[in-house]
């Protein structure tokens, strides 16, 4: 008898094991969805393919090579310098409304709608110094600082777009605008009360969100591990524009060199973005 029990329990235990090592249909699905989202993942990661290579290593040499010959023109006062940039800034504004056309999250299309403001914004500073505005007018000033502000939120959306946030991202997010808003404070609270304007809040302000722009990408470890090469391409544009001595970028060649190299980095960055979008519609498509 006691035998027959044991005899029993172990058949049922048996069988048991064997029900649970045996997929349910349920089971199966699941391990097929996983591998195709696996795949599609590992499909969306594969930006740098053959044709964008060759594309961005052409965009890149004949940027440059046209920036060269360009500022040899304006140099010898071949052209003038506004009207150059503006045609950069009208190539890098489709870039980026490009991307809001095919981003396929809403913070890549916030970033490339704010991008987009960017390149509009720093248009008008172009167009006022081709209407002969003075150095230093509140339009200029104003779209300075307005196309900077909107250069730090697209950089954050797309830093945050697809970026694990893990401790330090969302200590920095937090206190970032907090410093630099009270570095702008400070700032125009320090100087004496005869020089306090706006004038020179908004310029102040126009720094520092150049700086933030810089900083959102490169000291996230994030950023460099998800997407390197948008990291790479975007932080560098904010520093040609550092290295201008003034907003107001006219005052010799050299300034027009570095915002000509400026519009070149940012153009390879929206595509840059604009390939990691499509690549990761193509993804979606295949699992579907």
Same mark, same amino acid.
């Given at each position: 008898?006691?035998?027959?029990?044991?005899?029993?329990?172990?058949?049922y235990?048996?069988?048991?094991?064997?029900?649970?090592?045996?997929?349910?249909?349920?089971?199966?699905?699941?391990?097929?969805?996983?591998?195709?989202?696996?795949?599609?993942?590992?499909?969306a990661?594969?930006i740098?393919?053959?044709?964008?290579?060759?594309?961005?290593a052409?965009?890149?040499?004949?940027?440059?090579?046209?920036?060269?010959?360009?500022?040899?023109?304006?140099?010898n006062?071949?052209?003038?310098?506004?009207?150059?940039?503006?045609?950069?800034c009208?190539l890098?504004?489709a870039?980026?409304?490009?991307?809001?056309?095919v981003a396929?999250?809403?913070?890549?299309r916030?970033?490339?709608?704010?991008a987009?403001?960017w390149?509009?914004?720093?248009?008008?500073?172009?167009?006022?110094?081709?209407?002969?505005a003075?150095?230093?007018?509140?339009? =200029? *000033?104003? @779209?300075?600082?307005?196309?900077? /502000?909107?250069? #730090?939120?697209?950089? &954050?959306?797309f830093s945050?777009?697809? !970026?694990?946030?893990?401790?330090?991202?969302?200590?920095?997010?937090?206190?970032?605008?907090?410093?630099?808003?009270?570095?702008?404070?400070?700032?125009?609270?320090?100087?004496?009360r005869?020089t306090r304007?706006?004038?020179?809040?908004e =310029? *102040?302000? @126009?720094?520092?969100?150049?700086? /933030?722009?810089? #900083?959102?990408w490169? &000291?996230?470890?994030s950023?460099w591990? !998800?997407?390197?090469?948008?990291?790479?391409?975007?932080?560098?544009?904010?520093?040609?524009?550092?290295?201008?001595?003034?907003?107001?970028?006219?005052?010799?060649?050299?300034?027009?060199?570095?915002?000509?190299?400026?519009?070149?980095?940012?153009?390879?960055?929206?595509?840059?973005?604009?390939?990691?979008?499509?690549?990761?519609?193509?993804?979606e498509?295949?699992?579907l």
């Amino acid at each position: 008898m006691a035998e027959g029990i044991t005899r029993s329990e172990s058949e049922y235990a048996t069988s048991s094991i064997l029900e649970e090592d045996t997929p349910t249909e349920q089971s199966i699905d699941t391990i097929e969805s996983t591998q195709l989202t696996t795949s599609s993942i590992s499909q969306a990661n594969f930006i740098w393919t053959p044709r964008f290579i060759i594309l961005f290593a052409l965009t890149l040499v004949l940027g440059l090579s046209a920036s060269s010959l360009l500022m040899q023109g304006y140099a010898n006062h071949y052209l003038a310098g506004e009207a150059v940039l503006l045609v950069g800034c009208g190539l890098v504004f489709a870039t980026w409304f490009a991307v809001t056309l095919v981003a396929r999250s809403l913070w890549a299309r916030l970033g490339g709608i704010f991008a987009c403001g960017w390149a509009l914004f720093a248009s008008v500073n172009f167009v006022a110094s081709l209407l002969n505005a003075p150095p230093g007018a509140a339009i =200029t *000033t104003h @779209a300075t600082a307005a196309a900077n /502000l909107a250069l #730090f939120a697209g950089y &954050l959306c797309f830093s945050i777009n697809r !970026v694990p946030l893990k401790r330090w991202d969302n200590w920095f997010l937090r206190l970032a605008p907090v410093i630099a808003a009270g570095i702008v404070i400070a700032s125009y609270l320090v100087a004496p009360r005869g020089t306090r304007s706006v004038h020179g809040l908004e =310029t *102040t302000l @126009a720094i520092i969100m150049l700086y /933030l722009s810089i #900083f959102t990408w490169w &000291l996230r470890p994030s950023c460099w591990k !998800v997407q390197p090469g948008a990291t790479l391409l975007l932080g560098i544009a904010p520093i040609f524009v550092l290295l201008t001595t003034t907003p107001y970028a006219f005052s010799n060649g050299t300034d027009f060199c570095y915002l000509q190299i400026c519009l070149v980095f940012s153009l390879l960055g929206a595509l840059r973005i604009v390939q990691g979008e499509l690549r990761l519609s193509e993804a979606e498509r295949t699992m579907l």
